[in-house]
């Protein structure tokens, strides 16, 4: 076990706390030239690495090379969003501790809540401007309508309460993701905040999801077929033709959640 709990926060194995540290202390200096949320990721694997035993472990778990690994601490490559979830899972942190900022000290592991806490269980934030912006920790880029937001121009709040509700979603399972397409306008336009209901992945018939296909971000209403296959369908269907997905291949899709939205399933 790489850590335990105590009433004031999550405190490390003096070991891997002391190789946290020496990794910090190694990679950090080629951190400087970076964004703060390449720093704050470049940190994070550093920090899950020592929970997951090690370099060789983490890249055992991930079915990836050492340089790769190397390339995450270093900041030179930036993970994607399920390669930072196995690790989550790999050492039991839950996969809203994305959306925490992480204090590592001493032993002590503490996550920074939206609202300027403390704790020793990390809460999601969900990222939010006017114009709106929706950052998603470890998938690559941070949108606005416009065009692509600068590390600096980004704030931090948690979801409205109202909105929340509204969605009848618990707070860790909700993410913001920007539509990155016009895919589904109406009711999705390009480039507007949909909220994300990540602990639901089932491809439920009807329903939209946003999923990672073919290293693309893409939000697409889901069409089971009888053959066992899923279609992937647009609105717009004549500028974005649907996407099958064979019956051998769906287990595989990875699918970041289920679209929570007023005027879409």
């Not at 550093?46 to 995450?72: F, H, P, Q």
């Not at 539509?179 to 491809?203: N, Y």
Request: aromatic share 6%; glycine share 6%; charged share 30%.
């Amino acid at each position: 076990m790489a850590c335990c709990l105590d009433a004031c926060a999550m405190k490390l194995e003096e070991g891997v706390a002391e190789a946290i540290t020496k990794r910090l202390e190694k990679f950090s200096p080629k951190w400087r030239e970076l964004s703060e949320q390449r720093r704050d990721i470049a940190a994070k694997m550093v920090i899950l690495c020592e929970m997951a035993g090690g370099r060789d472990k983490a890249a055992a778990a991930l079915d990836v090379s050492d340089n790769t690994i190397d390339n995450y601490r270093h900041g030179s490559r930036e993970p994607k969003h399920r390669v930072l979830a196995t690790l989550l899972g790999h050492v039991d942190l839950p996969l809203s501790a994305l959306t925490s900022r992480w204090i590592f000290e001493g032993q002590d592991l503490r996550f920074l809540d939206p609202d300027g806490t403390i704790s020793d269980e990390p809460t999601p934030a969900a990222r939010y401007d006017d114009p709106p912006v929706a950052y998603v920790p470890g998938y690559d880029e941070v949108a606005r309508p416009q065009g692509f937001a600068e590390p600096d121009e980004l704030t931090t709040s948690a979801l409205f309460p109202w909105y929340r509700s509204l969605l009848n979603l618990e707070p860790k399972q909700v993410l913001p993701v920007i539509a990155p397409d016009a895919a589904m306008e109406p009711a999705i336009p390009k480039g507007s905040p949909v909220f994300v209901d990540i602990g639901d992945r089932q491809l439920t018939d009807g329903a939209v999801y946003v999923v990672d296909l073919e290293e693309n971000r893409c939000i697409r209403r889901v069409r089971r077929m009888g053959n066992g296959s899923v279609q992937l369908l647009a609105e717009k269907g004549e500028a974005y033709p649907p996407k099958r997905i064979k019956k051998a291949d769906v287990p595989r899709l990875q699918v970041v959640g289920r679209v929570r939205f007023p005027d879409v399933g």
